[in-house]
């Protein structure tokens, strides 16, 4: 599937748009239309209501070591500064970054890459950010020692296309959109978070961050939830909240964007059962994507080597799609579930805990005193059948909305070949979403807008529209209509024709396959509710 059709796509029927477009738009924020709006509503739905409200706490899940309790939670996106020195945050969320001393353009430094080039007795390192590097990183070398194209054999290459970090210095290296050699800076660290200020006095005592990632607010309430509610290890919490990341370059449609929105759990379970906790969420949180639709040959899910883990993690799995804007073969994190230890509810008590020390060590002042001093409070667990206290370990499936709500999109995006009217094959494009994401789950028809027709089919979508959401169409031909309805990812059409209103029937009309069936009137609600829950993907 090409990229650029389905952008295209989401404009022009109201699924993305740039933000603020009219003024030239911002660079990686994004603003969800009519129909896109609807979509990640019902994704995040179907996450909080599959992961939460419609967790079945009496019955073993199969793979789970026992039964388990979910609760949820909102908590605020501006929290106490010290809680991001104590979750590490502060000191280390960080990407590595150069800035191009002619363009004045910053660029992430693991996604700056070139290979060798030399012509006229000088040799550069030419470089690109571009997906298309190969041909961009031609294109520079040519522009850069004035070459034609049909000329270009008398460029020599070394070696294949790497990045900075393989080159001892930046000194020959042409910077991605730079005229010269030798313009980039020594790579520096760039904080990924937001700064703020709270309050009218505007100082630096008053400096605040928006969170860049919800999980924190879940940890700072883990003793909030206890002594409210009756919950017992184990048990999760989860959330779904906006987050922000200054990231250096967003790109790849919404993929990276700085403000974003997670679907974040928190599992607190006892040590001895915590692997095999981990693995039960690692393949619940797969299938759940399997279940709406990710088709699995596009999916995978990959465990992170040692030497990626965290020190105080014993598993990581990444949940990945094939986006269609990477290359060949390349997939593209989707959700990440970590096995986080007790770090985190440790840092939260004792204070910022030197994250590449192992074993873990609060890392001290030169009067000894915690760098940053944690809460103070106790956050370990009583169970009060066994007697035992414990800090509980942590399991965290931690997804994107967006990155969800984009592999959906792309998932769905099909074209296929159709007869029109007059029996001449045309592309149609159709957007096969699972019916439970689907924006609209189905558009009333009425053949033509006379005759008694549009009466009825208004009766039908008022019947409808109490329970899903439905959408009335009466203008212009019934195939375009059909179309547009295709474009969104409606899987069902209910066309009110003259028969209707001799037999008190109605077609409905399936997306995917396009055949049509006739079903009574008085029972077409139970009808498409029948549909949307027998749906299963069909290839
Ligand atoms: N609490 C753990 C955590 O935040 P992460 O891997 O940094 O882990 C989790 O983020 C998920 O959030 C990612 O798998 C991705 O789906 C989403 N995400 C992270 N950064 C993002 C960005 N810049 N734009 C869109 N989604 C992002």
Not at 218 to 236: A, E, H, Q, Y
Not at 379 to 385: M, P
Request: glycine share 8%.
């Amino acid at each position: 599937m090409e990229m650029e059709k389905l952008v295209s796509l989401c404009r022009r029927r109201g699924f993305l748009f740039q933000s603020s477009e009219i003024y030239g738009g911002l660079n990686g924020f994004w603003d969800y239309g009519p129909l896109g709006v609807e979509l990640k509503r019902n994704v995040k739905s179907a996450w909080w209501h599959d992961m939460i409200s419609g967790h079945d706490e009496l019955t073993q899940q199969p793979g789970a070591p026992s039964t388990y309790e979910m609760v949820g939670i909102d908590s605020a996106i501006i929290m106490h500064p010290h809680v991001w020195k104590c979750s590490g945050h502060y000191d280390l969320f960080h990407d590595m970054m150069v800035d191009c001393r002619q363009t004045n353009k910053r660029y992430r430094f693991d996604q700056v890459r070139g290979r060798w080039a030399e012509a006229k007795g000088q040799k550069v390192f030419v470089s690109t950010v571009a997906e298309n590097e190969q041909q961009e990183i031609e294109r520079q070398a040519q522009k850069l020692f004035k070459i034609r194209a049909k000329n270009a054999d008398q460029i020599s290459w070394d070696g294949a296309i790497t990045t900075l970090d393989q080159l001892d210095d930046l000194s020959q290296v042409l910077g991605p959109d730079a005229s010269e050699p030798g313009t980039l800076t020594e790579p520096r660290e760039f904080n990924l978070m937001f700064k703020t200020i709270v309050g009218a006095m505007g100082t630096d005592e008053d400096a605040a961050f928006l969170r860049p990632e919800t999980a924190q607010g879940i940890f700072v309430n883990f003793k909030n939830v206890l002594d409210s509610t009756r919950v017992r290890v184990p048990f999760g919490v989860g959330q779904i909240g906006k987050s922000f990341r200054n990231e250096i370059t967003p790109r790849n449609f919404t993929f990276r964007s700085r403000e974003f929105e997670q679907m974040e759990i928190e599992f607190f379970c006892h040590p001895e059962t915590s692997r095999d906790w981990y693995e039960f969420w690692r393949d619940r949180r797969m299938k759940w994507y399997t279940d709406l639709g990710l088709a699995s040959d596009r999916l995978r899910l990959r465990d992170h080597d040692q030497e990626e883990l965290s020190h105080y993690s014993t598993g990581t799995a990444d949940i990945e799609y094939a986006f269609p804007f990477l290359p060949e073969g390349e997939f593209g994190e989707l959700e990440g579930i970590a096995h986080r230890g007790d770090f985190d509810l440790r840092s939260h008590m004792e204070g910022k805990l030197d994250p590449t020390s192992c074993p873990l060590e609060v890392e001290t002042t030169e009067d000894g005193k915690p760098l940053y001093k944690g809460s103070g409070r106790d956050l370990t667990y009583r169970d009060d059948i066994s007697g035992e206290r414990f800090t509980p370990h942590v399991i965290e499936p931690s997804s994107g909305a967006d990155r969800a709500n984009l592999a959906f999109l792309c998932e769905a995006f099909t074209e296929d070949e159709v007869p029109d009217d007059k029996g001449k094959m045309q592309t149609r494009t159709l957007m096969r979403f699972h019916p439970r994401i689907a924006p609209i789950k189905a558009a009333v028809l009425p053949l033509v807008k006379k005759n008694g027709m549009p009466e009825v089919a208004k009766e039908i979508y008022q019947a409808l529209k109490k329970q899903f959401s439905v959408f009335y169409d009466e203008k212009g031909a019934v195939g375009r209509r059909y179309r547009r309805q295709d474009e969104a990812g409606t899987p069902f059409c209910i066309t009110v024709d003259g028969q209707s209103l001799d037999d008190q029937t109605v077609t409905v009309r399936d997306r995917d396959s396009l055949e049509q069936s006739r079903v009574k009137i008085n029972d077409i609600v139970e009808e498409i509710a029948d549909r949307i829950s027998s749906y299963s993907s069909r290839e």
